[in-house]
């Protein structure tokens, strides 16, 4: 159904939903992440927007808010919300799989 990289920024998205469910992810954090080039994390960011299954904010037509919306974590499936960020946040994210 999805492709691996929009899978692997849905998943992403995820995660970072369950350390910060008030806030957005930016572009640079997933890119650096993912050890992947903007330019394809701006083309899967507004395909998962255009399927509602992120929310974006884009500026001068570039994507650079994003987060995961109901209907996103609804075709995660099970999530595991945990509270504050802490020092190590990302390094976790890299230990439970992402």
Same mark, same amino acid.
């Given at each position: @159904? +999805?492709?691996?990289?929009? &899978? #692997?920024?849905?998943?992403? &998205?995820a995660k *970072?939903?369950? +350390?910060?469910?008030?806030?957005? @992810?930016?572009?640079?954090?997933?890119?650096? &992440?993912?050890? /992947? !080039?903007?330019?394809? /994390?701006?083309? /899967?960011? #507004?395909?998962?927007?255009?399927?509602k299954l992120?929310?974006? +904010?884009?500026?001068?037509?570039? /994507? !650079?808010?994003? !987060?995961?919306?109901?209907?996103? &974590? *609804?075709?995660?499936? %099970?999530?595991?919300?945990?509270?504050? @960020?802490g020092k %190590?946040?990302?390094? *976790?994210? !890299?230990?439970?799989?992402?």
């Amino acid at each position: @159904m +999805y492709e691996e990289l929009e &899978l #692997k920024i849905l998943k992403l &998205l995820a995660k *970072n939903f369950e +350390y910060n469910q008030a806030l957005h @992810m930016e572009t640079e954090q997933i890119c650096a &992440l993912l050890g /992947v !080039k903007r330019g394809e /994390v701006q083309t /899967v960011l #507004k395909s998962l927007g255009e399927a509602k299954l992120a929310s974006l +904010y884009i500026e001068r037509e570039k /994507v !650079k808010l994003a !987060k995961i919306s109901w209907q996103g &974590l *609804n075709e995660i499936g %099970d999530i595991n919300l945990k509270f504050g @960020m802490g020092k %190590d946040a990302y390094a *976790n994210y !890299k230990k439970e799989g992402i």
